[in-house]
C-alpha cells in the first residue's frame, strides 16, 4: 500500500500547488477543468519521463500540450481535442498491447480500428447533416466493439485494462448526449476534461508502477 501511495501522492499534491494560485481568478468551469487537466497531464509527462518506461510520457504529454492549445483557442476545441485522441488512444492501445506480448498484426489491426474511431467521432462531431451525424456515430460505435473485446482478451496490465475498458465506454455516450444537445457544451468538457486524466494519468501510473 505504501509503494501506491508514495507513487501516486506527488502527483496529486504537486498540481494542486502548480494551480492554485491560476484556478483560484477562474469563473468558466470548461477552463477551470482544462487548466486542472493540464496540470496533471503536464506533471504525469514529466514524473514519467524519468521513470523506467519513458516513452509512456507521450501519452500524458501529447495530451497536455492539447489542453494549453485548447485553453489558447476555443473556438477551435473539437480539432485539438480529436488530434489529442488519434494520437493518445492508439499510444494507450499500443502499452497494453505490448505489455501482453501482442503480435504485428493485432497490434496493427487494433490500431487501424482505432483510427477509423476517432476518425468518425471526429466527423460526426463536425458534420451539420443529422444522418450523416448518426452515421458515423454508429461506424464508431461499431469498430469500437473488436478494440473492447481485444482488450478483454488481454491477461497481463489487467489493471490498465479494467481502468481503459470503463472509461473509454464512458466516451461514446458522453459523445452522444453532447452531440445531441443532451446536456451544455460546458458539462461536456468538464466531463471529457475529467475522463482524460483519469483514463490517461491512470494508465501510465498503472503500467510502471
Known sequence: MWPLLS?????ILIPGVFVGQ???????PAVI?????????????????????????LIPGIAALAYWTMIKDEKNLEVYRYADWGLTTP?????????????????????????IMIGSGYYGAIEKDE???QTAFALGCLVF???????????????AVY??????????????LDQEGFITK??????????DVIAKVGLVNVLHL
Open 91 to 115: 499510444l494507450m492501445l499500443l502499452a497494453i498491447l505490448l505489455a501482453n506480448g501482442a503480435s504485428f498484426i493485432h497490434i496493427l489491426s487494433t490500431l487501424g480500428l482505432d483510427f
Open 33 to 57: 477543468s482544462q487548466t486542472i487537466a493540464f496540470s496533471f497531464l503536464f506533471i504525469s509527462f514529466a514524473v514519467v519521463l524519468f521513470s523506467e518506461t519513458p516513452w509512456l510520457s
Open 163 to 176: 481502468l481503459t475498458v470503463s472509461l473509454w465506454i464512458l466516451y461514446p455516450i458522453l459523445w452522444y
Open 186 to 195: 460546458e458539462s461536456s468538457t468538464v466531463s471529457y476534461s475529467i475522463l
Open 7 to 11: 507513487t501516486l501522492g506527488p502527483r
Open 131 to 133: 444522418t450523416k451525424k
Open 22 to 28: 491560476r484556478i483560484s481568478g477562474l469563473t468558466d
Open 145 to 159: 466493439l473488436p478494440i473492447l473485446y481485444t482488450l478483454c482478451q488481454m491477461k497481463k496490465a489487467r489493471y
